[in-house]
Nanobody, 116 residues
Framework: QVQLVESGGGLVQAGGSLRLSCAASGRTLSNYEMAWFRQAPGKERVFVAG????????LYTDSVEGRFTISRDNAKNTVYLQMNSLKPEDTAVYYCRARDSLYVSWGQGTQVTVSS
């Protein structure tokens, strides 16, 4: 299976930006559907954004549409989440997920904290 490591989280003021990265090892990401999820304290993990293996199709949850952009660089085996106009309600641990027809792999998560 593919191993995933997220990075790029941190503390930012409301209105600021962060770019998360998800670096893969073990297998090439080019065959995987990739997604970002997040989990706020005391809440369930929820879908944020997804991207097809070729990168030609993306999907976002309504609350981040127009503010977040998911992208991938298959040559670098990395997926990104550009987060702009951040809000306090975006505070959560962000997880990267890789999925193909057989397996699902998760990273360990990266904390994003948005102060008001």
């Amino acid at each position: 299976q593919v191993q995933l490591v997220e990075s790029g989280g941190g503390l930012v003021q409301a209105g600021g930006s962060l770019r998360l990265s998800c670096a893969a090892s073990g297998r090439t990401l080019s065959n995987y559907e990739m997604a970002w999820f997040r989990q706020a304290p005391g809440k369930e993990r929820v879908f944020v954004a997804g991207i097809r293996p070729s990168g030609d199709s993306t999907l976002y949850t309504d609350s981040v549409e127009g503010r977040f952009t998911i992208s991938r660089d298959n040559a670098k085996n990395t997926v990104y989440l550009q987060m702009n106009s951040l809000k306090p309600e975006d505070t959560a641990v962000y997880y990267c997920r890789a999925r193909d027809s057989l397996y699902v792999s998760w990273g360990q998560g990266t904390q994003v904290t948005v102060s008001s």
